[in-house]
């Protein structure tokens, strides 16, 4: 499949590893610049990763919205996620988007995130977290293990440590489930390592 255009791009954010982090979220790569309401991960607001949060840390799936529900709250998400020890990045550091669009279908990863050095980074954490099919596949392959199926885990030995690797289905509206649906397999994952 030949791209729109061949423009390269590269991760627009810094890796958000707090210290004391015991659990790494990594999605695939950010939507185009024009989709987001904040500067930080998962910011189209048409994206339930911080409803689904919200609805696990509070049981109000708009806890991490701002009062006018036009973007999330940048300040209120990295207070959790340090303070609960949620590390975030992605698997791909370079990409061309084959269709100008957000969805993970038409993404060509180029270069892969270095997840070890993230790791490295982060010596308490010993939970992985994918966020959707196209990490899955991307994080597999940079770790040489076998994809866990949705909703579970595979445990692997990566980067001098023991992992457990949780596949979570998408938080995008591409994959149409309620949120609270999405939320009981983030629970699980999130119960494990200790975060809620």
């Given at each position: 499949?030949?791209?729109?255009n061949?423009s390269c791009e590269?991760?627009?954010?810094?890796?958000?590893l707090p210290?004391g982090a015991?659990?790494?979220?990594l999605g695939s790569f950010?939507?185009?610049?024009?989709r987001?309401?904040?500067?930080?991960?998962?910011?189209n607001?048409?994206?339930?990763?911080?409803?689904?949060?919200?609805?696990?840390?509070?049981g109000?799936?708009?806890h991490f919205?701002?009062?006018?529900?036009?973007?999330?709250?940048?300040e209120r998400?990295?207070?959790?996620?340090?303070?609960r020890?949620?590390?975030?990045?992605?698997?791909?550091?370079e990409?061309i988007?084959?269709?100008n669009n957000?969805?993970?279908n038409?993404?060509?990863?180029?270069?892969?995130?270095d997840?070890?050095?993230?790791?490295a980074?982060?010596?308490?954490?010993?939970?992985?977290?994918?966020t959707g099919?196209k990490?899955?596949?991307?994080?597999?392959?940079?770790i040489?293990?076998?994809?866990p199926p949705?909703?579970g885990f595979?445990?692997?030995?990566f980067?001098?440590?023991?992992?457990?690797?949780?596949?979570?289905?998408?938080?995008?509206?591409a994959y149409p489930r309620?949120v609270?649906?999405?939320?009981?397999?983030?629970r699980?994952?999130?119960?494990?390592?200790?975060i809620?």
């Amino acid at each position: 499949m030949k791209p729109d255009n061949n423009s390269c791009e590269r991760h627009p954010l810094e890796p958000f590893l707090p210290s004391g982090a015991r659990l790494l979220m990594l999605g695939s790569f950010p939507p185009q610049r024009h989709r987001w309401s904040m500067e930080f991960f998962y910011p189209n607001l048409q994206n339930d990763m911080w409803r689904i949060v919200g609805y696990l840390a509070t049981g109000d799936k708009s806890h991490f919205l701002s009062s006018d529900a036009k973007r999330f709250d940048r300040e209120r998400i990295e207070v959790f996620c340090r303070k609960r020890g949620i590390a975030l990045y992605d698997t791909a550091a370079e990409v061309i988007r084959l269709k100008n669009n957000a969805s993970d279908n038409f993404l060509q990863v180029v270069r892969e995130v270095d997840i070890a050095a993230l790791l490295a980074r982060i010596p308490a954490c010993r939970t992985l977290i994918t966020t959707g099919q196209k990490a899955t596949d991307t994080l597999c392959a940079v770790i040489g293990c076998a994809e866990p199926p949705v909703g579970g885990f595979v445990e692997t030995d990566f980067a001098d440590r023991k992992l457990r690797f949780w596949r979570m289905p998408s938080s995008s509206r591409a994959y149409p489930r309620p949120v609270e649906w999405k939320a009981e397999f983030y629970r699980k994952a999130f119960s494990d390592c200790g975060i809620i």
